[in-house]
């Protein structure tokens, strides 16, 4: 099992910057990638990114591209979703999740085996 929680969420002004971070215990050797989703009031959870837990490799969304960044402490084993030049349009509910291997398409919900409770943060105009 593992456990992951997110915080960091928050509101910031259009263009400004919001750091989350995901803390996760239990069993995280096992953790082959750990992603960010989001999910907006009436819209389904979709994929921000994700990084490999030993390698440090990332991947990214359009939408999201050049501007957030994914990084991860072993020391700590948490996972952080540096967010810059952020839009109204980024105002979700963000979650972390952790997959044990590689799936089939890892920007799918059903990829991922844990979840983080989610963090709320919203861009105002």
């Known amino acids: 099992q593992v456990h992951l929680v997110d915080a960091g969420g928050g509101l910031v002004q259009a263009g400004g910057s919001l750091r989350l971070s995901c803390a996760a215990s239990?069993?995280?050797?096992?953790?082959?990638?750990l992603g960010w989703f989001r999910q907006a009031p009436g819209k389904e959870r979709e994929f921000v990114g994700r990084?490999?837990?030993?390698?440090?490799?990332?991947f990214y969304a359009d939408s999201v591209k050049g501007r957030f960044t994914i990084s991860r402490d072993h020391v700590k084993d948490t996972v952080y979703l540096q967010m810059n030049v952020l839009k109204p349009e980024d105002t979700a509910v963000y979650y972390c999740?952790?997959?044990?291997?590689?799936?089939?398409?890892?920007?799918?919900?059903?990829?991922?085996?844990?979840w983080g409770q989610g963090t709320q943060v919203t861009v105002a105009s």
């Open positions: 990084i490999t837990w030993s390698g440090g490799s990332t």
């Open positions: 239990g069993r995280t050797f096992s953790m082959y990638t």
């Open positions: 999740a952790a997959a044990h291997a590689l799936r089939l398409s890892m920007d799918t919900f059903g990829a991922y085996d844990y």
